[in-house]
Nanobody, 127 residues
Framework: QVQLVESGGGLVQAGGSLKLSCAAS????????MGWFRQALGKEREFVAA????????HYADSVKGRFTISRDNAKSTVYLQMNSLKPEDTAVYYC????????????????????WGQGTQVTVSS
């Protein structure tokens, strides 16, 4: 069983930055694909970014490419999402997810049947 706990959300002005963290329990963190999704009020959940177990491969949604950076520290069992140049449309609840048997470009971004999810952290970007 893996538990995921997100932190780092908050209120920021447009153009600002935030860094989200997702701390995972368990000793097998490096064997999991990790990623971030978000869900704005009244909208469906959408994929944001994902990273391979080693951290060597990443994948981003077009809407955040060039502004967000996903990274991980396997020694700390933590995945991060650095968000720069934030826009009001980035406002959402951000969720961390983990999946052991996945594909970074197809399976994981679908968000379907992923092994574990965090509780979410609110990010609000004011204009």
């Amino acid at each position: 069983q893996v538990q995921l706990v997100e932190s780092g959300g908050g209120l920021v002005q447009a153009g600002g930055s935030l860094k989200l963290s997702c701390a995972a329990s368990g000793r097998t963190f490096s064997t999991y694909f990790m990623g971030w999704f978000r869900q704005a009020l009244g909208k469906e959940r959408e994929f944001v970014a994902a990273i391979s177990g080693s951290g060597g491969t990443t994948h981003y949604a077009d809407s955040v490419k060039g502004r967000f950076t996903i990274s991980r520290d396997n020694a700390k069992s933590t995945v991060y999402l650095q968000m720069n140049s934030l826009k009001p449309e980035d406002t959402a609840v951000y969720y961390c997810a983990a999946d052991r048997d996945s594909n970074l470009y197809y399976t994981f971004p679908s968000g379907l049947n992923l092994d574990y999810w965090g509780q979410g952290t609110q990010v609000t970007v004011s204009s």
